[in-house]
C-alpha cells in the first residue's frame, strides 16, 4: 500500500509498470501489508489496456525494479478474466510470525523477526490460541483505524510452535481485520512469559474492547505467505 511517508512496494512495483507500458496504473493488492510488514506470496492485480503475456511483464518489471535497487521479485504474471480481483475474490490469506526467542538478538534475520530475549512457553501459546480459534468479535484484536465494516471474522487456523531459537505463528483465515495477526500474537506472547492464562485470553477477547488488548507485535516478524482463490479464478490455473 501507498506510504505518506516513505517508499513503499506498492509505489516501486507501480512505476516499473509504468515505464514498462506507458500506464500510470493502481495497483490493487489481496492483503494489506502495513510499514515493516513482508511477503512472500502477495498477489496484486493491475488492469493494462493491452493484454501482455504474462512472462513478458514479469521480466519486465522486474528488469525495472532491479534498476531501481528495489528489493521486490515479480515470481509469476497472467492475464485473468476481467471478473478477477485480487483482493475481493480471495476466499483465504495465510501469515506467519515469527518471534526470535533468545538471549541474543537478531544478526542476519534483524528487521523479520520479533526479539523476545526471556523464554516464552510456546506450548501454553498454542494452547491459549485455541480459544481464538472460530467465528468471534474480534473487536479487541483490531486497530482503532479499522475501516472494515464488522469485527466479526472465522479464524480457521492459529498455530504456535518452537523451532529451536524461533517460535512461529501461523494464522488463516478469509481475511482478518487491521492488525488482528499482530495483535493477537502480542497477547498471545503474554501468556508465553506467564503474564496471561488461556482465561485471561478468552477474557479480553469477550470484552469486545481494545483496551483489553495485549501488547501489539511489532510489523518486523510478520508475512504474508499465501493467498487461496476458488479453483475456477484462481491465477495459477489462468
Same mark, same amino acid.
Given at each position: ?30 492483503? #494489506? ?22 512472462? *513478458?511483464?514479469? &521480466? ?7 534498476? $531501481?535497487?528495489? #528489493? ?10 476481467? @471478473?478477477? &480481483?485480487?483482493?475481493?475474490? !480471495? ?10 526467542? #533468545? ?5 542476519? &534475520?534483524?528487521? *523479520? ?14 494452547? $491459549? ?28 487456523? /492459529?498455530?504456535? @510452535? ?12 478469509? @481475511? ?22 488461556? $482465561? ?6 469477550? !470484552? ?28 495459477? #490455473? /489462468?
Amino acid at each position: 500500500q501507498h506510504q505518506a511517508d516513505q517508499p513503499s512496494v506498492q509505489q516501486a512495483i507501480e512505476r516499473a509498470i509504468e515505464k514498462f507500458c506507458g500506464e500510470a496504473i493502481r495497483l490493487r493488492a489481496a492483503g #494489506r501489508t502495513d510499514a515493516g510488514v513482508h511477503a512472500t506470496a502477495q498477489v496484486a492485480h493491475a488492469d493494462l489496456a493491452k493484454a501482455w503475456p504474462g512472462d *513478458k511483464v514479469r &521480466d519486465a518489471v522486474n528488469a525495472h525494479l532491479q534498476a $531501481a535497487g528495489a #528489493r521486490i521479485a515479480i515470481l509469476k504474471a497472467t492475464v485473468v478474466s476481467d @471478473s478477477f &480481483d485480487a483482493r475481493f475474490s !480471495a476466499i483465504g490469506r495465510h501469515y506467519l510470525y515469527r518471534i526470535l526467542n #533468545r538471549r541474543a538478538p537478531a544478526a542476519l &534475520d534483524k528487521g *523479520k523477526v520479533w526479539w523476545v530475549p526471556k523464554r516464552l512457553d510456546a506450548g501454553a501459546m498454542h494452547e $491459549a490460541a485455541k480459544v481464538l480459534l472460530g467465528r468471534h468479535d474480534f473487536t479487541t484484536f483490531r486497530s482503532t483505524q479499522c475501516q472494515a465494516n464488522s469485527p466479526i471474522r472465522t479464524l480457521e487456523r /492459529l498455530d504456535v @510452535s518452537r523451532q529451536g531459537d524461533m517460535i512461529e505463528v501461523r494464522a488463516s483465515a478469509r @481475511s482478518f481485520l487491521h492488525n488482528q495477526v499482530r495483535s493477537m500474537v502480542g497477547s498471545l506472547k503474554r501468556v508465553g512469559d506467564g503474564g496471561w492464562t488461556a $482465561a485471561d485470553l478468552k477474557t479480553a477477547l469477550e !470484552a469486545h474492547d481494545r483496551a483489553a488488548c495485549g501488547q501489539v507485535a511489532p510489523p518486523d516478524g510478520l508475512f504474508l505467505t499465501g493467498v487461496d482463490y476458488p479453483v475456477e479464478t484462481s491465477p495459477d #490455473r /489462468l
